[in-house]
């Protein structure tokens, strides 16, 4: 199985098994050059308050911001900066229903219509995959970024390969290593990982040249925001981030019945639509796409909630394209 298929069938395992919020390649890192495969984000005690706010993600800028819930704000004194970002951040906060909007003599104001409930989420695992660890890249490398930063709660090697100790040796200790089998959905624990400590301090390589590593000290804080900021993105985005493409040979492919996946009967696999669809393939065959709502389906399999009462009214499968 390629590394698309593989990594689609554990996010609907891990949907299945953990209750959580599941999503995929998303930014884990300060400086955006380093993304994480997998992340699941555990419900905290406040997840009910942040489901009936809206169902996509909140811009980091509009959470930081002045605007608070009691007064109105004339947007520009709101923000650090009225640039351009900000601009989009205040527009997206309306959009999603994090903002309401009045003017008043020519000025547009803007204040929160609920307010943001920091602790909506508790434990964040950071999982890597790699079916194949006959052809690790950048692997090790990659998991030194993540243990060192220390964004995550936990950090997770996910392969379908035969796990030796000459793999493990190779791996960061503190990582955990799973060995799932897409076929039988089945997961064994090779390696449990090591608790890690996102209040503390984080190192971030920032650049290497050959015998010297750049690095730089994350702050408790700003670990705190690009936690926020991953969770964020994760709640809005989920894991479903295609279209069934319009081939008579796809099929939706159900493992365990808990989420829909573009099979393709002509390559005997999971496809991914995005890059491997369309009239160039040899196996094509024009037709309709499957009827297949994933929005509906996530929210009928997931804690998240689509259309929350009194919230936005929006298709929050757009914000998976953002």
Avoid at 94 to 107: L, M, P, Q, V
Avoid at 121 to 134: A, C, T, W, Y
Wanted: aromatic share 8%; with cysteine.
């Amino acid at each position: 199985m390629r590394e698309f298929g593989f990594e689609m069938a554990l996010c609907a395992w891990l949907e299945r098994e953990s209750g959580g919020i599941v999503s995929r390649q998303l930014g884990a890192s300060s400086r955006g050059r380093r993304g994480i495969d997998v992340a699941r984000v555990e419900p905290g005690p406040a997840f009910g308050a942040r489901t009936a706010i809206s169902p996509r993600a909140i811009p980091d800028r509009a959470i930081e911001s002045d605007v608070g819930v009691g007064r109105w704000r004339y947007w520009r004194e709101a923000f650090e900066t009225d640039s351009e970002w900000a601009r989009e951040a205040c527009e997206r906060a309306i959009e999603i229903g994090f903002f309401e909007r009045t003017r008043k003599s020519g000025r547009e104001y803007v204040r929160r219509a609920a307010r943001y409930p920091e602790a909506w989420f508790g434990r964040i695992v950071g999982i890597e995959n790699k079916p194949d660890l006959d052809s690790p890249g950048d692997l090790n490398r990659q998991l030194e970024i993540d243990v060192g930063l220390g964004l995550f709660d936990e950090v997770i090697l996910a392969t379908e390969s035969y796990v030796t100790g000459a793999h493990l040796n190779r791996l960061p200790p503190a990582v955990g290593v799973w060995r799932y089998d897409p076929g039988s959905e089945s997961r064994e624990v090779v390696r449990e990982p090591t608790t890690l400590d996102p209040t503390d301090h984080g190192i971030e390589v920032v650049g290497r040249e050959p015998g010297r590593t750049d690095i730089e000290i994350v702050s408790p804080r700003r670990k705190a925001r690009l936690r926020r900021r991953l969770a964020e993105r994760a709640y809005g985005k989920g894991w479903r981030t295609y279209d069934f493409p319009p081939c008579a040979r796809v099929d939706v492919g159900k493992p365990a019945g808990t989420a829909s996946l573009p099979s393709c009967r002509w390559k005997e696999r999971v496809v991914n639509p995005a890059t491997e669809c369309g009239p160039d393939c040899p196996g094509h065959e024009a037709a309709d796409a499957p009827d297949v709502d994933t929005d509906a389906e996530r929210d009928r399999r997931t804690p998240w909630v689509r259309d929350p009462e009194g919230g936005a009214r929006e298709q929050a499968g757009l914000d998976r394209f953002g």
